[in-house]
Nanobody, 123 residues
Framework: QVQLVESGGGLVQAGGSLRLSCLVS????????MGWYRQAPGNQRELVAT???????NYADSVKGRFAISRNNANNMVYLQMNSLKPEDTAVYYC?????????????????WGRGTQVTVSS
């Protein structure tokens, strides 16, 4: 019922910046929490940042001060601005959203993931 598509990944040099975007589409009633996660080869998927409907944010310690998450409620998009990138930031970045979708006069909870976008930071 709800689909997520990430974009904006690419190859950048250490110290550079990149902005990721995620479009959430479908029969959306509400989006309560959106977030970004990442997974490097051989590593576990880890939380990078989340943002609630009340604009409360949470960041992993490794990205605090460098990354910023934001959302546009009008078009159901979430962004991740990444600055001062480091080689250890290299990973596939995934978008996640939780909320409710509607079907007829009813609405139901959802939790959806995007397919990911590759971010590579060279040294």
């Amino acid at each position: 019922q709800v689909q997520l598509v990430e974009s904006g990944g690419g190859l950048v040099q250490a110290g550079g910046s990149l902005r990721l975007s995620c479009l959430v589409s479908g029969r959306i009633f509400s989006i309560d929490v959106m977030g970004w996660y990442r997974q490097a080869p051989g590593n576990q998927r880890e939380l990078v940042a989340t943002i609630t409907s009340g604009a409360s944010t949470n960041y992993a310690d490794s990205v605090k001060g460098r990354f910023a998450i934001s959302r546009n409620n009008a078009n159901n998009m979430v962004y991740l601005q990444m600055n001062s990138l480091k080689p250890e930031d290299t990973a596939v970045y995934y978008c996640n959203a939780e909320g409710e979708y509607y079907s007829g006069s009813r609405h139901y909870p959802f939790g959806s993931w995007g397919r990911g976008t590759q971010v590579t930071v060279s040294s």
